[in-house]
Structures are given as C-alpha cells and as structure tokens.
C-alpha cells in the first residue's frame, strides 16, 4: 500500500506543477493575435520541441497501434484551444473559465463507466471542494460581459477537454506520454499550418511569445501531462488541475499587479485544500478496476 501511494506521488507531483504554469500562460497570450493563429504556433512549436526530443532520445517512431485515435486526439486538441481562445474574446476570463472548468468534473464522472475507473468517495469531496474554489476565484457572477457564443465556445471547449481527457488517456497508456504528446500535436499543426504561417509573418514582433507558449506551455508541458495521467485516474487528474485557475491568480499579482480581493484568495485555499484531500486517497482505491474501453 505505503509503495503504490509513493509510485502515484511521484505523477501527482509533476501534474500539479503543471497545472501551476499553465495559470502563467496568460501572461504570453497577445488579445490581438487570433484564437486560430494563437493555437497554431501553439501547436507548431509544440510539435517542433517534441519531434527533437523524440528524436533525441531515440523514440521518434510512427505508432503501429492506436493511429487514428492518436489522429482524433490531435483533431479535438485544436478545436478545444480554438473554442476556448474564442470564449476568451467573445466574454471574460472568469466566465470563460467557470465553464470549461466543467469539462474535467464531466470526464471524471464519465472515467467510470466508460474507462472502468472506481474513485474513493474523499475523491468526489475533492473535486467539489476544488470546483467551489475554482467559482470563488473566477468569480464569473461579478462580469457584466456575458455572451451567448462566448458562453456557448467556452461550453464546447469544456466538452471537448472531457472528451479529449477520456479519449487521449488510453492512448498514452498503451504509446506513452510522449509518442502521445508528439502525434497529437503534429496532427494538430498539420491541420493550421496556414494559421501558423499568418501568425509568423504577420504577428511576428511575438515571435518569442510564440515559441515559449509553443515548446514549453504546450510541448514539453504536453508530454509530461499524459505521461503522468496515464498512470492516474481521471478523478484524480482532474482535481489537480484546478490549481491552473488558482494559480493564475497567483501569476497576476506577482506580474501584473493584479491584488485578488479576499473571496478569490479563500477560492485559492480550497483548491489546494482540494488537492490535499486527494493526495490522502489511498492509490488502491483509485486504480482501474476494468480493462480500458474503447470508445
């Protein structure tokens, strides 16, 4: 028991730290490059990373199993970016957020009978407790911007993410997370290579905004995210990444003098309460109990 809780640290560890630099990745977003040639440098420079790692480590290989689920990652990828950077312009940050935030409480429910995934109840306490935090911090009640599309993008984008959370980690289990990370996002490029191309040419005073979001927010981040929720349940994952929200409140204090008033920092403390209450479940009770589905 003590051994497996240790193994299951270890990626729980890595995934919320992650999730600690992703609330970051506003700060390296520009309002007037589109959503579309935003997720294709994303992507591209993503890939381009992951392809020299691969290479470097001797692993750049074509997957002779699980190719088209492999595709479809990439395909849903880019359309959760794409809706999610839309939502972003069509209404606010905070409400933008709230409503993604669903997708990963929608995949953690869904991991059960579809991927066989039993999760101790002090996991669902969890998940709650970080979703209220995740309210409190966003506060989307307090915006005056609500949009219907801008609602509506951010409600795709939220459905995407659980599809795409479910799909993807039967994927990485059986490929590893970084033949995962590496044909998600080239089929991902592939597909906004043109939008790619107007970024670089016509946004390129950004240039090294492109690259730090592309290499570091998406492909290395992207590599060491599904090695790390292959080896835990959705549940699980999904409460760690409730600090992506919390953090970024954490982010714009320190760089851009954003002060969060008392309810937002009361919302930060329950999603690392949240966190803790997972990190106490016993792996045990949160490993598969079914063989992977096939969706």
């Given at each position: 028991m003590h051994s497996s809780s240790r193994h299951r640290s270890i990626p729980v560890l890595v995934l919320?730290?992650?999730?600690?630099?992703?609330?970051?990745?506003?700060?390296?977003?520009?309002?007037?490059v589109s959503a579309v040639r935003l997720v294709g440098v994303r992507v591209t420079f993503g890939a381009i990373a992951l392809v020299i790692v691969a290479a470097g480590m001797g692993k750049l290989t074509i997957p002779k199993v699980r190719r088209w689920r492999l595709a479809f990652s990439g395909v849903i990828l880019a359309l959760h970016w794409i809706t999610f950077f839309?939502?972003?312009?069509?209404?606010?940050?905070?409400?933008?957020?709230?409503?993604?935030?669903?997708?990963?409480?929608?995949?953690?429910?869904?991991?059960?009978p579809l991927l066989g995934e039993r999760s101790e109840g002090r996991l669902w306490i969890a998940l709650a407790t970080a979703g209220i935090g995740?309210?409190?911090?966003?506060?989307?009640?307090?915006?005056?911007?609500?949009?219907?599309?801008?609602?509506?993008?951010?409600?795709?984008?939220a459905a995407l993410l659980a599809v795409l959370m479910l799909s993807g980690k039967p994927v990485a289990k059986d490929l590893g997370g970084l033949t995962m990370a590496t044909g998600e996002l080239l089929i991902a490029s592939v597909l906004l290579a043109p939008a790619t191309y107007r970024a670089v040419v016509e946004d390129g005073e950004f240039i090294i905004n492109f690259i730090i979001l592309g290499a570091v927010f998406t492909g290395l981040a992207g590599y060491l995210y599904w090695e790390t929720m292959r080896q835990i349940p959705v549940a699980l994952t999904s409460v760690v990444m409730y600090l992506e929200?919390?953090?970024?409140?954490?982010?714009?204090?320190?760089?851009?003098?954003?002060?969060?008033?008392a309810m937002a920092w009361i919302g930060v403390g329950l999603v690392i309460a949240g966190g803790i209450i997972a990190a106490t479940v016993r792996g045990e009770q949160q490993e598969a109990i079914g063989a992977q589905a096939a969706l």
């Open positions: 919320a730290l992650l999730a600690i630099a992703w609330g970051a990745i506003p700060l390296f977003v520009r309002n007037d839309e939502s972003i312009k069509l209404t606010t940050v905070a409400i933008a957020l709230a409503v993604l935030y669903l997708g990963p409480i929608a995949a953690a429910i869904l991991a059960g995740t309210l409190l911090v966003v506060q989307p009640w307090g915006s005056s911007e609500i949009n219907i599309r801008g609602l509506t993008m951010a409600g795709l984008s929200p919390a953090s970024a409140v954490v982010w714009a204090l320190i760089f851009l003098d954003e002060v969060p008033n």
